[in-house]
């Protein structure tokens, strides 16, 4: 079982949509959660940076962690054809004073928005 | 543009032959990741350096693969004997990270894409 899952899609909208995207993960240890957005043949682009449970929010994006239940979750409000990507979340373990800060990934949920 | 600069953007070799790749971090940040993305997966982590010294490596990363940050600055990911399972994207991150072991905020370069005929 991979440490963090992400169900790859695709997922197909229309524009104008609210968009829920989605990640489990097994790692209790984990207390920074990243999304990143990358496009085809990109690099990842940092969206949002949370760090341990609750919710932040970022112009259309909305991200949510859950650390009771190892869930988190990104939501993009208005979504506009500019949005389709693979989205990407992240985390990482705050291990003191050997912190690597090195990410873990999920798989990436590839998100169409139809004009 | 100050931020993440990796070259080559692409690299087609032969099988055996070896390659080496750059990556130029924001200025500002002392630590410097390497990581590899297959297609359709997420990015794995290879390894990373804190300043210049490299203070964690992978299982990923094989003998055949070396890493270096001299002066702490730009690293080079260098892969001897390419193999055709090397082929691709390798990826490069920075972060600004406090003694105090927050985790800071990754930003990632545009690539390396290798293909290994």
């Known amino acids: 079982q991979k440490e963090v899952e992400q169900d790859p899609g695709p997922l197909s909208v229309p524009e104008g949509a609210i968009v829920s995207l989605n990640c489990t993960y097994s790692?209790?240890?984990?207390?920074?959660f990243m999304w990143y957005r990358q496009y085809s043949r990109k690099g990842p682009e940092l969206l949002m940076y949370?760090?341990?449970?609750g919710n932040k929010e970022d112009g259309r994006f909305t991200a949510q962690v859950d650390k009771s239940s190892k869930y988190i979750s990104l939501f993009i409000r208005d979504s506009q054809p500019s949005d389709s990507a693979t989205y990407l979340c992240a985390m990482g373990a705050k291990g003191g004073s050997s912190n690597t800060g090195k990410l873990i990934f999920g798989q990436g949920t590839t998100l169409q928005v139809k004009p | 543009d100050t931020g993440v600069s990796q070259d080559p953007r692409h690299k087609i070799t032969k099988r055996g032959q070896n390659v080496t790749f750059r990556c130029d971090p924001i200025?500002?940040?002392?630590?410097l990741y390497w990581y590899r993305q297959t297609l359709g997966q997420g990015p794995e982590f290879l390894t990373y350096?804190?300043?210049?010294?490299?203070?964690?490596k992978s299982r990923l990363l094989s003998d055949r693969f070396s890493a270096e940050r001299p002066k702490g600055s730009f690293s080079t990911l260098e892969i001897q004997r390419t193999e055709q399972g090397d082929s691709a994207m390798y990826l490069c991150a920075s972060s600004l990270t406090g003694l105090a072991g927050a985790f800071g905020e990754q930003y990632f370069g545009p690539g390396t894409r290798l293909t290994v005929t």
């Open positions: 949370t760090y341990s449970s």
């Open positions: 790692n209790s240890a984990f207390q920074y």
């Open positions: 350096f804190q300043n210049e010294a490299q203070l964690e």
């Open positions: 200025s500002e940040h002392n630590r």
